[in-house]
């Protein structure tokens, strides 16, 4: 061994020796970097370890950091409260902006120990969270609850418990582009035969900007499928005795499900030719923003588009089919959350329970993104100030809550593949059986 | 060994730390800076990790950073361990970046980890129990002030609705007299008791969260530092029956699952990791509904790779070809523009081309007039996948080719010319065996690498499209994004799983590359 290595090493071995030992060193000091977060704090603890108690807990009282995990607008938006809070109290607060990948991030993260104490999230995180024992229960009074729609409270409920401060709620409705549509269609069939003559008469170029397909273009879309679904009668999930969605009860594969896809098929590529699976969230603003399309099925976010682009739009809930149940749309409940494996969990909760939940907050984040209030007071604030905010309200009408259970994830990959198939004019009730066997099989495998 | 134990050698082999001056400096004196400081940061990066490990008790993590510093000074330190001294990084990166995460994915493999099952038993339990707190429907909204008396934590609650004062620990609640009380009907002072700062509170969170004041009805706990409440516990532990109880059920704890699971077979959501030995292993091999459909998602897979090789290496091959000719010219600006697709981030790019293929809007239909619905049936979308990764991995194939081109003397050439060859013959006995000789291990490695394609699959088309009476297998589907879709997609993270079939890709492609590179040998041997 030693005479290859000799017979390898050039002549000045030494400088060549250090040159590696060096970059080991790197290598060790930036494998260190990359675990960089833990090195301030563990330091902290080592340092904490003095003789007095006293002297412990105020070096320790100094190093109080808030840490609260929220997504770029947001962040921007909590930061003076933040710090408001931080210095009425004597701590840090630092805010981390976490763009991507936000739940998963944090499941990791507080595993490792390295999680936020505050998490600014989507309710339905919220079963994934509690299954993992990541979040806190958060205790508040009737009257603070009641301050707040009925739709957002209940889907912060999980299991009997509040488990989110919810802040901001969002749903799905019709733009209309009152220039092409004068009059808002009372049912999706009277919407598709008003695009239809538009579409005729070379006024526009699709009869409605309803997202079929997810960005990849290659699965269904059940967020904004559920509207249509919903009013030809269908059911994802029944209902336990607290309110929550209940796993045992599938509604996927059922005959009301087929009959609500059959009515799907009416209007899909080989129908009316309304719902199309090239069409994504994306293109269908673009549409509507070009004027060649004169009904677009989006939520708030795309209020800043449409009115940039200066089209002339209302927004009114989702129509449903003629003669059928009301289109409900997925409501989606903005919420802070308290970490359960947080160093500061005493600071998160008064945080949150009395800063975040303020109406000054909630006016903030309406103020910074046009999105309907959670807090009623607030709401009152932001209806005033945009009169679009009480149309998403009326829209949300007959809303419930995205499911916040777990075993949510077993249906999106089979129901977003089955509304392709239906869109594409497949048969539709062997696909709608298809996919409910798969959902039931993966929920099987849960136990 | 013995046979270089020669004095001389020291020098040269040691870094001369240890004995300055004792003998005489092979290397300048920022050499010597420059050994001093990389012992320097060695031992900088031991003391660093140690700080949290002693901290944190954690022994077995202490003693592998201590030998593997004592290692590495015995080395650098010592004159005349050569060897030693390139071994050393080499197997650190080995150890750090190959075994370790062999291993780890292996252990991974061998037990439940996924959501629901991520912490320990007693995470759980503390999970369950927190969870299970419910306020008392009539319990009044109590002001709090966390204080201390004689170091124990002590709740000062002021009732809002009678102004009375009580100090509440772990022993119960007791009416104090002497408080006063602040803006908002909290206690802001009270004698005895030494009233603690939100930042002094924070430090002691834990011990706070933890306090729960017996009253009749429930106890008190805190809701930050300002509140509390009147609640009960509906669920708790009890480590006789090592069961949970309350809210009218007993859970009981279920070693092989992870999980408390009543009698009625329904489980608490809090679950924790437990090893399950080789069931994740075996799952992949006798779960109908994992290899039910493996042969065909196999057969696909190697195609894919195989073809994604070919046609990348024959096209940048070709261009390479095109561009070697004496008589090209402008070479400089073709080969920038050919290398332009390997110098975009291909993440980016296949988004883009997703958006091409897109039936109504897409740019490929809307230029040929064509409507096709490119990802939507299986033929056309495994050709949009191949055409995609083609245009993404041929500037590789192109730049290597190119670079083997050069090596090979015109000599040859000239020669075969000479011996009256004709072009395809001089390119078939000359230019491609001998570019083959260089090409064929890229070739295989790229095998590899497109073997688990994942983000060229799965950013066209994830996987799709999907047969309508089937969501849970695509027609472009590869193993990796089928095994991904199957552990991650439909049942939350499931780690374990996830670690298993990967063991199965792993040695999927490691039997196919080990085939691949002794074919190559074969080739060197006609050469």
């Given at each position: 061994?030693?005479?290859?290595?000799?017979?390898?090493?050039?002549?000045?071995?030494?400088?060549?020796?250090?040159?590696?030992?060096?970059?080991?060193?790197?290598?060790?000091?930036?494998?260190?970097?990359?675990?960089?977060?833990?090195?301030?704090?563990?330091?902290?603890?080592?340092?904490?370890?003095?003789?007095?108690?006293n002297?412990?807990?105020?070096?320790?009282?100094e190093?109080?950091?808030?840490?609260?995990?929220?997504?770029?607008?947001?962040?921007?938006?909590?930061?003076?409260?933040?710090?408001?809070?931080?210095?009425?109290?004597?701590?840090?607060?630092?805010i981390?902006?976490?763009?991507?990948?936000?739940?998963?991030?944090?499941?990791?993260?507080?595993?490792?120990?390295?999680?936020?104490?505050?998490?600014?999230?989507?309710?339905?995180?919220?079963?994934?969270?509690?299954?993992?024992?990541?979040?806190?229960?958060i205790?508040?009074?009737?009257?603070?609850?009641?301050?707040?729609?009925?739709?957002?409270?209940?889907?912060?409920?999980?299991?009997?418990?509040?488990?989110?401060v919810?802040?901001?709620?969002?749903?799905?409705?019709?733009?209309?582009?009152?220039?092409?549509?004068?009059?808002?269609?009372?049912?999706?069939?009277?919407?598709?035969?008003t695009?239809?003559?538009?579409?005729?008469a070379?006024?526009v170029?699709?009869?409605?900007?309803?997202?079929?397909?997810?960005?990849?273009?290659?699965?269904?879309?059940?967020?904004?499928m559920?509207p249509?679904?919903?009013?030809?009668?269908?059911?994802?999930?029944?209902?336990?005795?607290?309110?929550?969605?209940?796993?045992?009860?599938?509604?996927?594969?059922?005959?009301?499900?087929?009959?609500?896809?059959?009515?799907?098929?009416?209007?899909?590529?080989?129908?009316?030719?309304?719902?199309?699976?090239?069409?994504?969230?994306?293109?269908?603003?673009?549409?509507?923003?070009?004027?060649?399309?004169?009904?677009?099925?989006?939520?708030?976010?795309?209020?800043?588009?449409?009115?940039?682009?200066?089209?002339?739009?209302?927004?009114?809930?989702?129509?449903?089919?003629?003669?059928?149940?009301?289109?409900?749309?997925?409501?989606?409940?903005?919420?802070?959350?308290?970490a359960?494996?947080?160093?500061?969990k005493?600071?998160?909760?008064?945080?949150?329970?009395?800063?975040?939940?303020?109406?000054?907050?909630s006016q903030?984040?309406?103020?910074?993104?046009?999105?309907?209030?959670?807090?009623?007071?607030?709401?009152?604030?932001?209806?005033?100030?945009?009169?679009?905010?009480?149309?998403?309200?009326?829209?949300?009408?007959?809303?419930?809550?995205?499911?916040?259970?777990?075993?949510?994830?077993?249906?999106?990959?089979?129901?977003?593949?089955?509304?392709?198939a239906?869109?594409?004019?497949?048969?539709?009730?062997p696909?709608?059986?298809?996919?409910?066997?798969?959902?039931?099989?993966?929920?099987?495998?849960?136990? | 060994?013995?046979?270089?134990r020669?004095?001389?050698?020291?020098?040269?082999?040691?870094?001369?730390?240890?004995?300055?001056?004792?003998?005489?400096?092979?290397?300048?004196?920022?050499?010597?800076a420059?050994?001093?400081?990389?012992?320097g940061?060695?031992?900088?990066?031991?003391?660093?990790?140690?700080?949290?490990?002693?901290?944190?008790?954690?022994?077995?993590?202490?003693?592998?950073?201590?030998?593997?510093?004592?290692?590495?000074?015995?080395?650098?330190?010592?004159?005349?361990?050569?060897?030693?001294?390139?071994?050393?990084?080499?197997?650190?990166?080995?150890?750090?970046?190959?075994?370790?995460?062999?291993?780890?994915?292996?252990?991974?493999?061998?037990?439940?980890?996924?959501?629901?099952?991520?912490?320990?038993?007693?995470?759980?339990i503390?999970?369950?129990?927190?969870?299970?707190?419910?306020?008392?429907?009539?319990?009044?909204?109590?002001?709090?002030?966390?204080?201390?008396?004689?170091?124990?934590?002590?709740?000062?609650?002021?009732?809002?609705?009678?102004?009375?004062?009580?100090?509440?620990?772990?022993?119960?609640?007791?009416?104090?007299?002497?408080?006063?009380?602040?803006?908002?009907?909290?206690?802001?002072?009270a004698?005895?008791?030494?009233?603690?700062?939100?930042?002094?509170?924070?430090?002691?969170?834990?011990?706070?969260?933890?306090?729960?004041?017996?009253?009749?009805?429930?106890?008190?706990?805190?809701?930050?530092?300002?509140?509390?409440?009147?609640?009960?516990?509906?669920?708790?532990?009890?480590?006789?029956?090592?069961?949970?109880?309350?809210?009218?059920?007993?859970?009981?704890?279920?070693?092989?699952?992870?999980?408390?699971v009543?009698?009625?077979?329904?489980?608490?959501?809090?679950?924790w990791?437990v090893?399950?030995?080789?069931?994740?292993?075996?799952?992949?091999?006798?779960?109908?509904?994992?290899?039910?459909?493996?042969?065909?998602?196999?057969?696909?897979?190697?195609?894919?790779?195989?073809?994604?090789?070919?046609?990348?290496?024959?096209?940048?091959?070709?261009a390479?070809?095109?561009?070697?000719?004496?008589?090209?010219?402008?070479?400089?600006?073709?080969?920038?523009?050919?290398?332009?697709?390997?110098?975009?981030?291909?993440?980016?790019?296949?988004?883009?081309?997703?958006?091409?293929?897109?039936?109504?809007?897409?740019?490929?239909?809307?230029?040929?007039?064509?409507?096709?619905?490119?990802?939507?049936?299986?033929?056309?979308?495994?050709?949009?996948?191949?055409?995609?990764?083609?245009?993404?991995?041929?500037?590789?194939?192109?730049?290597?080719?190119?670079?083997?081109?050069?090596?090979?003397?015109?000599?040859?050439?000239?020669?075969?010319?000479?011996?009256?060859?004709?072009p395809?013959?001089?390119?078939?006995?000359?230019?491609?065996?001998?570019?083959?000789?260089?090409?064929?291990?890229?070739?295989?490695?790229?095998?590899?690498?497109?073997?688990?394609?994942?983000?060229?699959?799965?950013?066209?088309?994830?996987?799709?499209?999907?047969?309508?009476?089937?969501?849970?297998?695509?027609?472009?589907?590869?193993?990796?994004?089928?095994?991904?879709?199957?552990a991650?997609?439909?049942?939350?993270?499931?780690?374990?799983?996830?670690?298993a079939?990967?063991?199965?890709?792993?040695?999927?492609?490691?039997v196919?590359?080990?085939?691949?590179?002794?074919?190559?040998?074969?080739?060197?041997?006609v050469?």
């Amino acid at each position: 061994m030693r005479r290859i290595f000799e017979a390898l090493a050039p002549r000045p071995a030494p400088r060549l020796v250090s040159g590696l030992a060096l970059g080991l060193a790197a290598c060790l000091a930036l494998t260190a970097c990359g675990g960089g977060a833990g090195g301030g704090t563990a330091t902290g603890e080592a340092s904490s370890a003095a003789p007095a108690e006293n002297a412990e807990n105020a070096e320790a009282a100094e190093n109080a950091t808030l840490t609260i995990w929220a997504d770029q607008k947001r962040s921007e938006t909590l930061k003076p409260f933040a710090d408001a809070f931080a210095k009425e109290n004597g701590v840090k607060a630092d805010i981390v902006v976490v763009a991507q990948n936000q739940q998963q991030t944090f499941v990791t993260a507080s595993q490792a120990g390295k999680g936020p104490d505050v998490l600014v999230g989507a309710h339905d995180w919220i079963g994934n969270l509690v299954q993992n024992g990541l979040i806190d229960p958060i205790q508040m009074p009737r009257d603070q609850l009641d301050g707040y729609v009925d739709v957002a409270r209940s889907a912060v409920t999980y299991d009997g418990q509040v488990y989110g401060v919810p802040y901001a709620v969002e749903n799905l409705a019709l733009y209309r582009n009152t220039d092409l549509a004068p009059e808002a269609p009372k049912t999706f069939d009277e919407l598709v035969a008003t695009g239809a003559k538009l579409k005729a008469a070379g006024e526009v170029k699709e009869i409605v900007g309803y997202p079929i397909s997810q960005q990849d273009g290659q699965s269904g879309d059940t967020y904004h499928m559920y509207p249509l679904y919903t009013s030809g009668g269908g059911h994802l999930f029944g209902t336990t005795p607290n309110g929550d969605p209940d796993p045992a009860d599938l509604g996927v594969g059922t005959p009301e499900s087929i009959a609500a896809f059959e009515r799907v098929a009416e209007f899909g590529e080989k129908g009316a030719g309304a719902l199309k699976r090239s069409l994504t969230s994306d293109n269908s603003a673009a549409l509507f923003a070009e004027g060649k399309t004169a009904f677009m099925v989006s939520g708030p976010w795309r209020l800043a588009d449409v009115r940039t682009a200066g089209v002339k739009y209302d927004v009114t809930p989702v129509p449903g089919f003629k003669g059928g149940g009301p289109a409900r749309s997925f409501v989606g409940v903005q919420a802070f959350f308290v970490a359960s494996k947080g160093r500061n969990k005493a600071l998160a909760q008064e945080f949150v329970t009395n800063t975040l939940a303020s109406p000054e907050v909630s006016q903030a984040l309406f103020d910074a993104e046009p999105r309907m209030p959670a807090l009623k007071s607030a709401l009152a604030y932001a209806s005033a100030k945009d009169p679009d905010v009480a149309k998403f309200e009326a829209a949300a009408e007959n809303g419930v809550p995205l499911p916040a259970i777990p075993q949510m994830v077993a249906v999106w990959g089979p129901f977003n593949t089955l509304i392709h198939a239906v869109v594409k004019g497949e048969k539709v009730a062997p696909a709608v059986k298809a996919a409910g066997r798969a959902i039931a099989e993966q929920l099987g495998r849960t136990g | 060994m013995t046979i270089t134990r020669n004095p001389a050698r020291h020098d040269r082999a040691g870094t001369g730390a240890a004995h300055p001056r004792a003998r005489s400096w092979p290397g300048s004196a920022s050499g010597v800076a420059v050994r001093v400081l990389a012992l320097g940061l060695i031992l900088g990066v031991a003391l660093w990790a140690a700080a949290p490990l002693v901290s944190s008790g954690d022994w077995t993590g202490m003693a592998i950073t201590a030998v593997a510093t004592g290692v590495a000074l015995w080395a650098y330190l010592i004159p005349r361990r050569l060897p030693a001294k390139y071994l050393l990084p080499t197997t650190f990166l080995l150890v750090a970046f190959q075994v370790f995460p062999v291993l780890y994915t292996m252990s991974l493999a061998l037990t439940n980890t996924g959501d629901g099952h991520l912490g320990t038993k007693s995470e759980a339990i503390t999970a369950i129990e927190t969870s299970s707190v419910r306020r008392a429907a009539d319990s009044a909204e109590f002001r709090l002030t966390v204080a201390e008396k004689d170091g124990a934590l002590v709740f000062l609650l002021a009732d809002p609705a009678t102004r009375a004062a009580y100090a509440g620990t772990e022993d119960g609640l007791r009416e104090i007299g002497g408080a006063s009380l602040g803006p908002g009907g909290r206690i802001t002072a009270a004698e005895g008791y030494t009233v603690l700062t939100a930042a002094q509170a924070s430090a002691r969170s834990a011990e706070i969260t933890a306090l729960a004041v017996p009253v009749e009805g429930g106890a008190i706990r805190s809701q930050g530092l300002s509140r509390a409440y009147r609640g009960t516990a509906a669920l708790a532990y009890d480590a006789g029956c090592d069961c949970v109880k309350g809210d009218g059920g007993i859970w009981r704890s279920d070693e092989e699952q992870g999980r408390f699971v009543a009698e009625d077979g329904r489980a608490l959501p809090q679950g924790w990791k437990v090893g399950v030995g080789l069931s994740n292993l075996g799952a992949a091999l006798t779960n109908p509904k994992i290899n039910a459909h493996f042969a065909g998602v196999f057969a696909w897979n190697l195609f894919y790779a195989i073809a994604v090789v070919a046609l990348t290496a024959a096209l940048g091959l070709a261009a390479a070809l095109v561009l070697h000719h004496p008589r090209m010219r402008g070479v400089r600006a073709y080969r920038t523009l050919i290398v332009l697709p390997y110098a975009m981030p291909a993440f980016a790019m296949l988004l883009v081309w997703r958006d091409m293929f897109n039936t109504d809007f897409g740019l490929i239909n809307r230029m040929l007039g064509l409507h096709t619905d490119w990802l939507g049936t299986p033929f056309t979308a495994r050709l949009s996948v191949l055409l995609v990764q083609l245009w993404l991995g041929f500037p590789y194939m192109f730049l290597v080719a190119t670079g083997a081109l050069q090596t090979i003397p015109r000599e040859y050439m000239e020669a075969a010319e000479v011996d009256g060859a004709s072009p395809w013959q001089r390119f078939r006995k000359v230019t491609l065996p001998l570019l083959l000789l260089a090409l064929a291990p890229l070739l295989v490695s790229s095998f590899a690498f497109n073997f688990n394609n994942f983000n060229g699959i799965f950013l066209v088309t994830s996987g799709g499209p999907f047969p309508s009476d089937n969501p849970t297998v695509g027609a472009t589907d590869l193993l990796i994004t089928y095994t991904f879709r199957l552990a991650f997609g439909q049942q939350g993270a499931q780690y374990g799983l996830a670690a298993a079939m990967s063991i199965y890709v792993y040695l999927i492609v490691a039997v196919i590359s080990i085939i691949g590179f002794r074919r190559t040998r074969a080739f060197k041997e006609v050469s």
